[in-house]
Structures are given as structure tokens and as C-alpha cells.
Nanobody, 114 residues
Framework: QVQLVESGGGLVQPGGSLRLSCAAT????????MGWYRQVPGKQRELVAA?????STNYGDSVKGRFTISRSSNTVSLQMNSLKPEDTAVYYC??????????WGQGTQVTVSS
């Protein structure tokens, strides 16, 4: 059974930093990509960052230059710097397998507020 366990969310002041991590267990097929998405009420879930099995990365326009995604085996991390109030959202870990199946974490709240 595939499980994605997220950690690292919380409350931070504008300009601060947070690091999110996601550990995937129970994976029996090769991973195509791992990434992070975020969602605020009333809006669609959007890509924050993703990293492919060959190490290519992709970032949402609003986080380029501030966030960095990294992957080690079945763990993906997101270093978030220079956080802004508009980064406030529930962040979801995603694993995409080469067989075309997607798995999602339970979500972790990130709140940027003074």
C-alpha cells in the first residue's frame, strides 16, 4: 500500500523559510516524478515544483527563485525561502509512477502571516 507522509508545514512570518518533506513508502513501480502542489479554498490545485527521475525540475512561476525542490530516493523536499502571504495554502506531495498512476499526500498547511 502506497503511503506519502508529509512533514514541515506551519506558521511563518513573511520573509521567513520553511522546509517540507515527503516520504513515500510501499512504492513497487518506478517513480516518474515527485512534486509539490498547493491549493487554497475556491481555487484549483496548482503546481509548486516537481522533479523527474532524471533530475529535471519544474517550478511554478510564482515560486521561481525562492523555492528549491530536491529528491533523495523516495523522499522529496521543498525548501521555501522568502515566503509571502500569498504562499499560504495547503501543500500536497505528489508521486507520479511510470505506469501513469498518481498518489497524493494528506496535505500540510503552510501559513505565512505576521
Amino acid at each position: 500500500q502506497v503511503q506519502l507522509v508529509e512533514s514541515g508545514g506551519g506558521l511563518v512570518q513573511p520573509g521567513g523559510s520553511l522546509r517540507l518533506s515527503c516520504a513515500a513508502t510501499g512504492i513497487t513501480f518506478s517513480i516518474n516524478a515527485m512534486g509539490w502542489y498547493r491549493q487554497v479554498p475556491g481555487k484549483q490545485r496548482e503546481l509548486v515544483a516537481a522533479v523527474t527521475r532524471v533530475g529535471s525540475t519544474n517550478y511554478g512561476d510564482s515560486v521561481k527563485g525562492r523555492f528549491t525542490i530536491s529528491r533523495s530516493s523516495n523522499t522529496v523536499s521543498l525548501q521555501m525561502n522568502s515566503l509571502k502571504p500569498e504562499d499560504t495554502a495547503v501543500y500536497y506531495c505528489n508521486v507520479n509512477l511510470i505506469i501513469g498512476r498518481d498518489y497524493w499526500g494528506q496535505g500540510t498547511q503552510v501559513t505565512v502571516s505576521s
